[in-house]
């Protein structure tokens, strides 16, 4: 079994800067990385990191978004600058194991508004 617990979100001005934490425990995985979901728009991916260190990000966010982990620590982190007000939204931790299984967390607030 594999617990995601993720902290971090908050309110800050467009400009600005949040990182999330995301604790995943339980089994070893092969995967993880964060979605996103707004009032606008479906879930979607926003980054994610294979256990090899290989990392994937939408367009939106490339080159303001960094992901990465620290697998002593078993959290992933999601390092957000440069925020817009169209990043808004509840961001998902997920984990994918080696059993092709998807555990998410409980979602986490970010909110970008001055």
């Known amino acids: 079994q594999v617990r995601v617990v993720e902290s971090g979100g908050g309110l800050v001005q467009p400009g600005g800067s949040l990182r999330l934490s995301c604790l995943i425990s339980?089994?070893?995985?092969?995967?993880m990385g964060w979605y996103r979901q707004s009032t606008e728009k479906q879930r979607e991916l926003v980054a994610r990191?294979?256990?090899?260190?290989?990392?994937t990000y939408a367009e939106s966010v490339k080159g303001r978004f960094t992901i990465s982990s620290d697998s002593a620590k078993k959290t992933v982190y999601l390092q957000m600058n440069s925020l817009k007000p169209e990043d808004t939204a509840v961001y998902y931790c997920?984990?994918?194991?080696?059993?092709?299984?998807?555990?998410w967390g409980q979602g986490t607030q970010v909110t970008v508004s001055s």
């Open positions: 997920y984990a994918h194991s080696w059993t092709a299984q998807d555990y």
């Open positions: 339980g089994s070893i995985v092969s995967v």
């Open positions: 990191i294979s256990s090899g260190g290989s990392t």
